[in-house]
């Protein structure tokens, strides 16, 4: 019926009465009285009474064109009157143009984005703030704000004197006026506690009465109370509707285009309503009505009433004609945005409310099929357009009622009008991607007041955990609680499953749209649904990967979440469904995305990072592989095109980052606003008040579209490109030959799983986290109601006003954990419940197979998208972490084996070298860190194939330098943690009584060692010499940094602290210093795990580098010692000052590390090893027996010799002197000169019996050892010693130059370098040099 082209409506209306005035009689029709009869009945004339509706003149087609017009005019005004109700006409009291938005010329201050349709818009800087075009100054109006983003806004009414800048904005200045819900405020010049809070999708209304001089404000229909009385009035003063609002901040307006959501008696809106139209659309509704509750018995020539559901289109034609002529009037109307909401939309709406399934009701098909018959395409376009935008906009800014009603009663409707394929194509191909924000339809939002919502009825009953044990964590012991408690609990589940069940009927109905939209059978007319909907979801993901660093384009990640659940329950429909047709192919719970999607170019990953590096890059070095694997030729042209694009890419995106220019307004600003208007995705407008050349670039404003000569544009593939055809792959071109020939599924499906997981990356999984918060007060209100109440059982008498005060607190407590509870009811139904934990590790499990697949490959791993490995290890954590305390991960399905598998991914993949990207490496590296924490996932490790546990073994133990080594070192340290000397704490012993920030981070959980990874450790250090020396001396060596570096920090501290000026520390310097200090005491442990498992690295001197790693280890020991047990020296200060950042570092965890490795080298070993360490220790000039006494407390009153010795200034490799710090005023307090000595004695609970008296033993023996040394030695002269060091004597001489030194310096200096100290020629050998006896 349509006419395409130039034909507009004009050309139908001739078009159709041509058609009836052909047939004058109607003979082929039914008889003229039967006619006449139908007509009168389907269009009564209001001014005939009933009676007189049988004897009116006889009514046929010719006559009825004329008719209906009569009849539509009968109730429209008269020619004076309709001036003065035309819409442009000013009305008493306002002022400015029909119709009415926002002033985007001039009435405006900061930088924002608006919407095309200029009601919706964003905040772009500090506080940015418009005005609409018209304004009032007399009478009772209304407009209405929808709120998208609950931050900081001031909305309200400002006069045209108003003078805004980034500081002050509506009701900063005096003749402004503002309502504030973020703060729950209200404003004018002042501020004062006003209103509730309000949430994205809540409706503000801003009343004002000129009569009466008030402003008052509504939210979501319920009035906030009068906020301002008595407002300036009179000649010259007019209001204007106004916001501002913060960075990100957005909103839509509706002044009146669209009917008020809650209309106030009284109060007019901005714009007038179209009365006549709206008068006209609810006759032509009627008369539609009237049809379809009639039929004509052509036989028994009669009437015959009945039922609207029942009516089909069966092509009669008195139906069609009769039809045609309404339509004639009613489709231009439906193009006009206030009709489709104000009568289309709720008629519709009327026809699903008897309940039943949406499939049930098949008349809202046949009105969709007589659409498409009768109006022309564009009205129909623009119609559809129009119904989802409202819908959409109703669903968005409902509130939340106990049943879900509101948001039921539009998601059926939106499904009732996807169910009509042609219709779902047309708003897949135009609108929902495109002008809406469709997502939003799989979005359930959040209450944040739980009282309107109706939560109290529905959870009547809420409960909290109430036992906790000494960190803080929650005990779950069912046999400690009340039969109360236990009553309360009960009930509080009950509530929260009747809650889930009302939130699953809305999932459920939002599941099934996207099976419509998944559709893939739909081939009548044109190309499947499924299809459509694919190559717009690739861009959705494209504008949303891309766009990272532009706000306005990007998808929240609330919605997100929603989104990407719904997806997931689709797909795996769909994907099952498709298996019942195919048994050979997989089921949806083995998924996984084959490699060749990563490297055959059929799908585009937009630019995001490949595991090696960039793609044009792979392309280029692996081209040869790809050839011979996948039998994939890459044409050198596209390579040079592709590096070309590069170049251009990265000029692009360097453009993009500059401050906004009118570079940057082309490329960066053009996008979509996600935020501003509810429904409109597009704000091209960008308003700034900054500068003028902002708004007149040099440069045209839209950038030429590069020609991508790689793959087809999203847009441009077909069903034949994903799916393939005979002979043709498809998407899964490039079969390597690793990966099974089997179906898996539909490739279209392939594509969106890898979509799904994409979108998890890209802020899903960031969301997770956040919402965790809420359990998180939940557990903090509780601890501190339960101390609250032992302090009240605890309350003297006599002590009424603490008592009166803290009962107080136990109220607001009590209030606050009543409404928090409730909402993370909400939560755990809508984000954490069972169901959502599936999906995610039902994503991990998909991830991880996709992994191997790729792995299998070999070189072609490299084109696999980081994400992946990303995905994987987030899921991991957020079910460890996110999903935990509601649901436990033990209960997923086969969760072992999947746990052994990511450990299998990590362990390979943390050094793999096809892995080139130092984020996703570093990612890596502490997912694996954070795996070895914790028992279960350790286990994991351990049960991986032995040759993977070794390899894994051997790339922690290559060398720590030119590489990212303090996670390496960690992971090691967490394998011995609980083996060491006095190591087995979970947090320091000065620590306890403080409160952890989070007792579920890694580094507190309780020690887990593994003692098969440490056998590895052991026999890959004893079997390979030479790696065992390159990494003990990187150990030594970063050991020797960190701690210098911890040292010189501290005496900056120090002095610092000792300024007289009141002065601060950097919080960052602090952090740093606590880091180094970290560090240290993890190297010392690596060390003394390397020293306990293979002690023979050190002791066994037939290893060429024992000794020098000896006498290397044996003076950084000491000097560790030194620094840290001096009396009253920079170390006790320091930690005396108790600075915060600074809380880790006290003596017992680095002295507990030393004592270990001297422990194991001085008592635990075998005589010739003891007798070794012994001589090397003492032989250090370093060497302080003081040292050693102070581990037991006993070098408190030390006199003589240990005193001197302290004094004496040591430089060794650490560079400064040891010299003594002259204590000043400020340090030496009264408290830390009575501070007792550090002693290992006072940690009964933390080390041993058995390990004090080996510490006793290895005190009295070094004593022993030290009085012999002393004995036996002759005074040497000078000329004897060392000329590096001078504190050993020569005992090398070099070849071929002769020159000489000690052992200990040449073999340290022939590490690094390999020319003579002295002259510089190089040193072929070293030989042992004796001083030839005096003649």
Not at 430 to 458: C, H, M, Q, W
Not at 627 to 635: L, Q, V
Not at 819 to 833: D, E, G, K, V
Not at 993 to 1018: G, I, V
Request: charged share 25%; net charge negative.
């Amino acid at each position: 019926m349509s006419s395409k082209g130039g034909g507009t409506a004009l050309t139908r209306r001739n078009y159709r009465l041509a058609s009836d005035t052909d047939k004058p009689k109607a003979t082929g029709i039914v008889n003229e009285k039967l006619l006449s009869d139908y007509l009168h009945h389907v269009f009564p004339s209001t001014k005939q009474g009933p009676a007189l509706a049988s004897l009116s003149k006889p009514l046929g087609f010719q006559d009825l064109g004329a008719h209906l017009e009569g009849l539509l005019s009968e109730g429209e005004p008269t020619e004076d009157s309709r001036v003065c109700e035309s819409a442009d006409q000013p009305v008493e009291g306002r002022l400015g143009p029909q119709p009415v938005v926002l002033d985007h010329t001039s009435g405006f201050e900061g930088l924002l984005f608006v919407d095309d349709d200029l009601l919706g818009v964003i905040g772009h800087s500090n506080f940015s703030s418009i005005r609409a075009t018209t304004c009032v100054y007399k009478g009772k109006w209304a407009y209405e704000v929808l709120i998208s983003s609950q931050g900081l806004m001031q909305i309200g009414w400002c006069t045209l004197n108003c003078r805004f800048n980034q500081e002050e904005g509506v009701g900063d200045t005096p003749d402004s006026y503002a309502y504030d819900g973020n703060r729950v405020r209200k404003w004018n010049v002042t501020t004062t506690n006003y209103g509730k809070s309000w949430a994205a999708g809540d409706i503000v209304s801003c009343l004002i009465d000129l009569d009466e001089g008030t402003i008052t404000f509504c939210l979501n229909g319920q009035s906030l109370g009068t906020a301002f009385t008595n407002i300036k009035m009179g000649p010259g003063v007019a209001y204007f509707p106004a916001i501002s609002l913060s960075f990100k901040e957005s909103v839509a307006f509706n002044f009146g285009s669209r009917p008020l959501r809650y209309p106030v008696d009284g109060y007019l809106p901005l714009q007038n309503p179209p009365t006549t139209d709206l008068m006209k659309a609810h006759k032509l509704l009627g008369y539609i009505k009237n049809v379809l509750s009639t039929s004509i018995d052509a036989q028994e020539e009669r009437l015959v009433e009945q039922d609207c559901s029942v009516w089909r289109l069966h092509g009669e034609p008195t139906v069609l004609v009769t039809l045609a002529h309404i339509f004639n009037h009613f489709a231009p109307l439906m193009c006009k945005v206030y009709l489709v909401e104000d009568v289309l939309m709720n008629f519709l709406l009327g026809i699903l409310e008897g309940g039943g399934s949406v499939d049930e009701h098949q008349l809202i098909q046949q009105l969709l099929d007589l659409f498409w018959v009768l109006m022309e395409d564009y009205e129909v376009n623009e119609c559809l357009k129009q119904l989802m935008m409202s819908l959409l906009r109703a669903y968005r800014f409902s509130p939340i009622i106990p049943d879900l009603g509101f948001q039921i009663h539009y998601l059926r409707l939106t499904t009732a009008i996807l169910h009509h394929e042609k219709s779902r194509k047309y708003l897949l191909n135009n609108v929902l991607f495109d002008v809406l924000r469709s997502v939003v339809f799989f979005y359930i939002k959040t209450p944040l007041r739980v009282k309107e919502a109706g939560l109290e009825e529905l959870i009547p009953t809420t409960w909290w955990p109430t036992h906790f044990d000494k960190e803080g964590k929650d005990e779950r012991e069912p046999e400690d609680e009340s039969a109360d408690e236990r009553l309360r609990r009960r009930a509080y589940e009950r509530g929260c499953q009747r809650l889930k069940k009302r939130i699953e009927v809305v999932e459920e109905l939002q599941v099934q749209i996207l099976k419509l939209l998944l559709n893939n059978k739909d081939k009548t007319t044109g190309e499947a649904s499924r299809y459509i909907f694919l190559n717009k979801f690739r861009k959705f993901l494209q504008e949303n990967a891309s766009n990272r660093g532009h706000p306005t384009a990007l998808c929240p990640p609330e919605y997100m979440v929603c989104f990407l659940h719904r997806l997931i329950t689709a797909v795996r429909a769909s994907w099952d469904d498709g298996r019942r047709k195919s048994p050979s192919s997989i089921g949806s719970e083995e998924a996984y995305v084959p490699p060749q999607l990563f490297y055959n170019g059929k799908v585009d990953y937009f630019d995001l990072q490949r595991l090696g590096g960039l793609l044009s890059h792979l392309k280029k070095t692996l081209k040869d592989d790809l050839a011979s694997k996948a039998n994939i030729i890459i044409d050198p042209a596209e390579i040079q095109a592709t590096a070309m694009d590069d170049l251009d890419e990265d000029e692009e995106s360097g453009a993009a980052q500059r401050p906004f220019g009118a570079a940057a307004m082309g490329g960066a600003l053009a996008r979509p606003s996600w935020l501003s208007s509810p429904t409109l995705g597009r704000a091209n407008r960008f308003l700034s008040t900054a500068a003028v050349s902002l708004m007149t670039p040099r440069r045209p404003l839209t950038q030429p579209e590069k020609v991508k000569v790689r793959t087809l544009a999203v847009e441009q593939r077909t069903e034949e490109d994903i799916e393939g055809s005979y002979g043709n792959d498809g998407l899964l071109l490039g079969r390597p030959l690793e990966e099974p020939n089997q179906p898996i599924a539909d490739k279209s499906l392939l594509e969106i799983v890898d979509g799904i997981v994409m979108m998890y990356n890209l802020s899903v999984h960031q969301q997770l986290g956040k919402m965790v918060v809420v359990s998180d007060d939940v557990h903090e209100y509780a601890v501190a109601l339960k101390d609250t109440e032992e302090k009240i059982a605890r309350c003297p008498a006599r002590r009424p006003d603490i008592l009166d005060e803290l009962q107080k607190s136990q109220k607001v407590f009590a209030e606050k954990l009543n409404h928090l509870c409730r909402r993370l009811a909400w939560i755990n139904a809508t984000i954490y419940s069972k169901e959502k934990m599936l999906d995610v590790y039902w994503l991990l499990c998909v991830c991880i197979r996709t992994i191997e697949h790729a792995d299998n490959t070999g070189s072609l791993f490299a084109f696999a998208p980081e994400f992946y490995l990303s995905v994987a290890m987030n899921a991991y954590s957020a079910l460890k972490n996110y999903f935990s305390p509601a649901n436990s991960m033990e209960e997923l399905p086969s969760y072992e084996e999947t746990l052994t598998q990511l450990a299998a991914i990590l362990a390979k993949h943390f050094a793999d070298p096809r892995i080139v990207g130092t984020d996703i490496k570093d990612s890596l590296m502490q997912a694996l860190a954070s795996y070895v924490c914790y028992p279960q996932s350790l286990r994991a490790v351990e049960r991986i194939p032995e040759e993977q546990r070794v390899a894994m073994m051997r790339n922690l133990l290559a060398p720590y330098e030119q590489r990212p080594w303090a996670q390496t070192n960690w992971i090691l340290v967490r394998l011995w943690r609980g083996c060491g000397f006095g190591y087995r704490y979970t947090r320091l012993p000065h620590l306890l009584k403080t409160k952890p920030e989070d007792a579920n981070l890694p580094s507190l959980q309780k020690p887990c060692p593994s003692l098969l990874l440490q056998r590895h450790m052991a026999e890959l250090l004893s079997v390979d010499k030479e790696m065992a020396a390159s990494f003990l001396n990187s150990v030594l060596n970063q050991l020797n940094w960190a701690f210098s570096e911890f040292i010189g920090m501290i005496q900056e501290i120090q002095q610092a602290a000792e300024r007289p000026e009141r002065n601060f520390v950097d919080t960052r310097q602090l952090k740093v210093c606590a880091t180094c200090f970290d560090l240290s005491v993890s190297l010392l442990r690596v060390l003394e795990m390397t020293v306990t498992l293979v002690p023979e690295i050190f002791l066994d001197w037939s290893r060429p580098s024992a000794e020098l790693l000896l006498r290397r280890l044996a003076q950084l020991l000491n000097q560790v010692l030194n620094r840290v047990t001096a009396e009253k020296n920079l170390f006790d200060r320091v930690v005396n000052l108790r600075l915060p950042g600074l809380e880790s570092v006290d003596h017992y965890p680095i002295l507990v590390a030393v004592t270990g490795i001297l422990v194991r080298i001085l008592v635990d070993g075998d005589r010739q090893g003891i007798s070794r360490a012994s001589s090397v220790l003492l032989s250090d000039p370093c060497f302080q027996l003081h040292s050693i006494q102070h581990l037991l407390g006993e070098g408190g009153d030390s006199s003589g010799s240990s005193s001197s010795s302290t004094a004496r200034p040591v430089v060794g490799p650490l560079g400064s002197s040891v010299a003594p710090v002259i204590p000043s005023a400020a340090a030496t307090t009264a408290g830390s000169s009575e501070r007792k000595h550090f002693s290992l004695h006072a940690y009964t609970d933390y080390i041993s019996e058995e390990e004090k008296q080996k510490v006793e033993l290895m005190l009295t023996f070094l004593t022993e050892e030290s009085k012999q040394a002393a004995a036996s030695t002759a005074p040497t002269s000078e000329e004897d010693l060392c000329p590096i060091c001078y504190a050993h004597s020569i005992s090398a001489v070099f070849k071929p130059c002769s020159h000489k030194s000690c052992k200990a310096c040449i073999n340290q200096h022939l590490m690094n370098n390999k020319d003579c100290f002295f002259c510089k020629a190089t040193i072929t050998g070293v030989e042992d040099y004796s001083k030839p006896a005096a003649s």
